[in-house]
């Protein structure tokens, strides 16, 4: 089974701040990597599919990277909505999600 | 727009089944594919199973032997079936849309419910 690891789990920082986020995989997954926002008390968020293509919708401070095996999400100058914790999914082969990233503000 | 919505008990008792439906508006759930996923206290997700557009099946090999996803199109609802549960099924539970390009599976899941805790206790 293709494992999903993220780092890390918590992460502060202020607003404007450059965010970035990080998604592993245990093998190659092929660009077949979805982020997702998830506010307390809410529905996740679709935000990246295709590990860089940006959901309908999503403001354009969300961008997503990477290949192989190293994903990343980054958000260039942070908003005090974007308190959430971040979740990475593969869909190749399967699906499995990452234990998620905390994100909060300093 | 399109729009899910978990429905069922919030507790179960060990050992019985858990039956959660989700209701869908705004698509048609003869298009694309239908699951449902769950997150456990402490934030991991485990992707359950998916019904796809054509009414076929697919579950997560860890739940095979106990999970069942069905629907009825009538309606634009498909429904969760868990048996023999326990403790460790105690989650929020989502339905959601599994986004397809090909037909041939799932991808990424573009529309959400809102979620259902279930507890699992005597």
């Known amino acids: 089974d293709i494992q999903m690891t993220q780092s890390p789990s918590l992460l502060s920082a202020s607003v404007g701040d450059r965010v970035t986020l990080s998604c592993k995989a245990s093998?190659?997954?092929?660009?077949?990597l979805a982020w997702y926002q998830q506010k307390l008390g809410e529905a996740p968020k679709l935000l990246i599919y295709?590990?860089?293509s940006l959901q309908t919708g999503i403001p354009s401070r969300f961008s997503g990277s990477g290949s192989g095996t190293d994903y990343t999400l980054t958000i260039s100058s942070l908003q005090p909505e974007d308190v959430a914790t971040y979740f990475c999914?593969?869909?190749?082969?399967?699906?499995?999600f990452g234990a998620g990233t905390k994100l909060e503000l300093k | 727009e399109v729009q899910l919505q978990e429905s069922g008990p919030g507790l179960v008792k060990p050992s019985q089944s858990l039956s959660l439906t989700c209701s869908v508006t705004?698509?048609?759930?003869?298009?694309?594919?239908w699951g449902w996923i769950r997150k456990f206290p402490g934030n991991k997700m485990e992707w359950m199973g998916y019904?796809?557009?054509?009414?076929?099946?697919s579950y997560n090999p860890s739940l095979k032997s106990r999970i069942s996803i069905t629907r009825d199109t009538s309606k634009n609802q498909f429904f969760l079936q868990l048996n023999s549960v326990t403790t460790e099924d105690t989650a929020t539970y989502y339905c959601?849309?599994?986004?397809?390009?090909?037909?041939?599976?799932?991808?990424?899941?573009?529309?959400w419910g809102q979620g259902v805790m279930v507890t699992v206790s005597s």
């Open positions: 959601a849309r599994g986004y397809t390009t090909d037909y041939y599976y799932a991808d990424y899941f573009d529309y």
């Open positions: 705004g698509y048609s759930i003869t298009s694309n594919y």
């Open positions: 019904i796809s557009y054509s009414g076929s099946t």
């Open positions: 093998q190659s997954i092929y660009n077949s």
């Open positions: 295709d590990a860089n």
């Open positions: 999914q593969k869909y190749y082969s399967g699906y499995t």
